[in-house]
Antibody, heavy 122, light 113 residues
């Protein structure tokens, strides 16, 4: 079964870009035939889907974040990444990466990383 | 956006008793071409990521105890824990993947009475 691990800065300044990477082990992104997603959870609050990507690079984004979000994949390194520009305090959250259960972005999320807390503060 | 509304917000149930959590979507999440409800249930314990319990509204994920079951179709769904165990204390979320943006319910906190 795949294992996912998020990595990146835990502190980002307002107006700057949040960049996170999810490294997948125990399976190849190329041969997985599934989508991979990013989800976030502000401290003490609920879950918000950010977007999803296929190994080929096909993406789906949450329209509320679409103007600021880019999700990319580096299959050679078996990882995918999240960039969120022009961050504010409202972007402070635990960010999770996850695998979707099949070759559609409309499938549920069956494996999750442990999550990484990103705080936006000067 | 499809709004997912869970009830109750919190629930206290005695060990061995049944726990029932409801989830209502603002529009149907049933895809008629394959007769699947694009509705999943997750369990989240403190400091942990969500764990997939149920998908397609009623299909139990591999390894999930059979005391967990999901039911419903269209806009109304239920997660049932038939006999509550201490390790079931968690927050439970419903999640629709029928329409983008995919959305979650606000969560239901389940505790032991």
């Amino acid at each position: 079964q795949p294992q996912l691990q998020e990595s990146g800065p835990g502190l980002v300044k307002p107006s700057e870009t949040l960049s996170l990477t999810c490294t997948v082990s125990g399976g190849s992104i190329n041969s997985s035939n599934c989508y991979w997603g990013w989800i976030r959870q502000p401290p003490g609050k609920g879950l918000e889907w950010i977007g999803s990507i296929y190994y080929s690079g096909s993406t789906y984004y949450n329209p509320s974040l679409k103007s600021r979000v880019t999700i990319s994949v580096d299959a050679s390194q078996n990882r995918f990444s999240l960039n969120l520009t022009s961050v504010t305090a409202a972007d402070t959250a635990v960010y999770y990466c996850a695998k979707q259960r099949g070759n559609s972005a409309y499938y549920p999320l069956d494996y999750w990383g442990q999550g990484t807390l990103v705080t936006v503060s000067s | 956006d499809i709004v997912m509304t869970q009830s109750p917000d919190s629930l206290a149930v005695s060990l061995g008793e049944r726990a029932t959590i409801n989830c209502k979507s603002s529009q149907s999440v049933l895809y008629s071409s394959n007769n699947r409800n694009y509705l999943a249930w997750y369990q989240q314990k403190p400091g942990q990521p969500p764990k997939l319990l149920i998908y397609w509204a009623s299909t139990r994920e591999s390894g999930v105890p059979d005391r967990f079951s999901g039911s419903g179709s269209g806009t109304d769904f239920t997660l049932t824990i038939s006999s509550l165990q201490a390790e079931d204390v968690a927050v439970y979320y419903c999640h629709q993947t029928y329409n983008i943006p995919f959305t979650f319910g606000q969560g239901t906190k389940l505790e032991i009475k």
